[in-house]
C-alpha cells in the first residue's frame, strides 16, 4: 500500500485503517501537536519528519504485521531487541521514520499510556501530549515550540475536552518525584523565549497564565511516600533516563 507524501496526512490514514482493522493507535509527537493546535498558536515550525505512534502494550506481532501491510519496513534488529516497549519502521521510498511506543513512552521518564488510548481518536489526549515534550530533560527549540502553540491554543483545566487535564498531569508528578523536578523544570523554561522568535505580549500572557495553572495544580497535589524520600536525594542522584538515540 502507497504512503502519502503529506506527514500529517500519512499519520491521520495509519490511525484510520488501524481502527478499520480493529487496532488502536494514536498519534504522539510533533505530528500530533501540529493536529491538535493547526493554524491557531501561528509559531514558526520546523518541517516534521517523523511519525510518532503509541499503540496498547501487547500488540507488537499485530502492529509489525498491520504497518508492514501499509508499506513499511520494520528495523529486525531494533526491534527484536525492544519489540515489546518499542518498535521503530521505514517509509523507504520517503526515507521517512516511523516509531511505535507500546504501552507507554519510556525516554527521560515512563509515561503511563495505555489507560487512556481511548479518551481521543486520532492522537494522545492533550495532557499526555504534553507530558511527552515537560519530561524531557535535554529541550531543543522544536519542543518548546511544540509546548508554546499548544499552550497558546488549549487551555488549562480538570477535563480532557479541549483542555490540557492539569489534574492527570499533578497526578503523575505527585507520584514521581523524577518526573516532577523534570517537569518544573521545563516550565520554568517555557516562562522565556527560545532564541529564533519572540511571544507576542498577547501570546506571552496566555501562556503565563496557563503555566500558572499547571504550577497551580501540580503544587496543590498530595504526594506520594516514595516522592517524598527520593525528595531528600535531590539531584545528588540522577532522575532521568538518557534516552536511547535511534
Not at 488501524?18 to 498519534?27: D, I, M, N, P, T
Not at 491538535?36 to 501487547?58: C, Y
Not at 504501552?103 to 501530549?129: D, K, Y
Not at 523536578?181 to 529564533?196: A, E, F, M, Q, Y
Request: charge should be neutral.
Amino acid at each position: 500500500m502507497q504512503t502519502l507524501t503529506d506527514i500529517v496526512q500519512e499519520s491521520r490514514r495509519v490511525v484510520a485503517e488501524a481502527s478499520a482493522r480493529g487496532e488502536v493507535l494514536r498519534v504522539t509527537g510533533s505530528v500530533a501537536f501540529q493536529l491538535r493546535v493547526g493554524d491557531r498558536a501561528r509559531l514558526p515550525r520546523s518541517p516534521l519528519q517523523d511519525i510518532d505512534l503509541v499503540a496498547p502494550s501487547g500488540t507488537e506481532r499485530r502492529t509489525v504485521r498491520f504497518l508492514a501491510d501499509l508499506g513499511y519496513a520494520g528495523e529486525r534488529d531494533f526491534n527484536a531487541r525492544h519489540g515489546a516497549s518499542r518498535l521503530l519502521f521505514w517509509d523507504r521510498a520517503r526515507d521517512r521514520k516511523l516509531e511505535v511506543f507500546l504501552g507507554a513512552l519510556e525516554m527521560c521518564h515512563t509515561l503511563p499510556l495505555a489507560e487512556r488510548l481511548g479518551i481521543e481518536r486520532e492522537t494522545l489526549p492533550l495532557a499526555e501530549l504534553m507530558l511527552t515534550k515537560l519530561q524531557i530533560v535535554q529541550l531543543n527549540e522544536k519542543d518548546l515550540t511544540d509546548m508554546h502553540s499548544l499552550l497558546i491554543a488549549c487551555d488549562v483545566g480538570p477535563s480532557d475536552v479541549d483542555q490540557i487535564n492539569g489534574d492527570r498531569i499533578a497526578d503523575l508528578c505527585g507520584r514521581d518525584w523524577g518526573l516532577h523536578h523534570t517537569v518544573i523544570r521545563t516550565l520554568n523554561r517555557l516562562g522565556s523565549d527560545p532564541p529564533s522568535y519572540q511571544l507576542t505580549e498577547g501570546q506571552r500572557t496566555v501562556v503565563d497564565d496557563r503555566i500558572r495553572k499547571l504550577r497551580q495544580a501540580i503544587d496543590a497535589k498530595p504526594k506520594s511516600v516514595a516522592w517524598r524520600l527520593r525528595a531528600k536525594v535531590g539531584e545528588r542522584m540522577r532522575w532521568y533516563e538518557e534516552p536511547e538515540e535511534i
